[in-house]
């Protein structure tokens, strides 16, 4: 409902991935590294929908540096072993779509979906309503991921 109600801006210019530190918890960024970053998806397909992000807005995988490039997997990584232990996933979804052909919503900041699975989690509301059902608040999510992370890296 958030996202419904909310005032939507078009044409505005700023890149939502684009974000300093010192207010994570209001951006629901959950770790940071150096080069990357992890970070709630708003609009989550699944409970639990993250992305990894390079700190650098840089929209092409082949333009990434090789410890940006590390640090990205390495957050993926880790962030699929917490989704298992946390949220007792089945299965994950991780993709890039890269350029607007691809699916892309943003596409100058690149950025990778891990999306938490489980047997059985589709249902009639996508394909009656175009709506996904969240069984969890995001922020409550949130809570239980950040320790979680901060734990396993340190």
């Known amino acids: 409902m958030e996202y419904i109600a909310s005032e939507k801006q078009p044409g505005k210019g700023e890149c939502f991935?684009?974000?300093e530190a010192g207010n994570d918890d209001a951006a629901l960024v959950l770790v940071r590294k150096p080069a990357a970053f992890v970070i709630m998806n708003r609009y989550p397909y699944s409970n639990g929908h993250l992305?990894?992000?390079p700190d650098?807005?840089?929209s092409k995988i082949e333009d990434l540096t090789d410890v940006e490039l590390l640090e990205m997997m390495?957050?993926?990584r880790t962030v699929?072993?917490?989704l298992r232990e946390e949220l007792s996933i089945d299965g994950l979804n991780?993709?890039?779509n890269m350029g607007k052909a691809a699916g892309a919503?943003?596409?100058e900041h690149l950025h990778i979906h891990v999306v938490p699975r489980w047997f059985g989690d589709t249902n009639f509301m996508p394909v009656l309503g175009e709506t996904k059902v969240i069984s969890e608040h995001i922020c409550e999510t949130y809570n239980r991921l950040k320790g979680k992370l901060i734990?396993?890296?340190g």
Do not use: P, Q, T, Y
Request: a neutral charge.
């Open 56 to 58: 650098r807005h840089v």
């Open 94 to 96: 991780v993709g890039i």
């Open 151 to 153: 734990e396993k890296i």
């Open 17 to 19: 991935l684009c974000l």
């Open 80 to 82: 699929s072993v917490v």
């Open 51 to 53: 992305m990894v992000a």
């Open 105 to 107: 919503g943003l596409e």
């Open 74 to 76: 390495s957050l993926v």
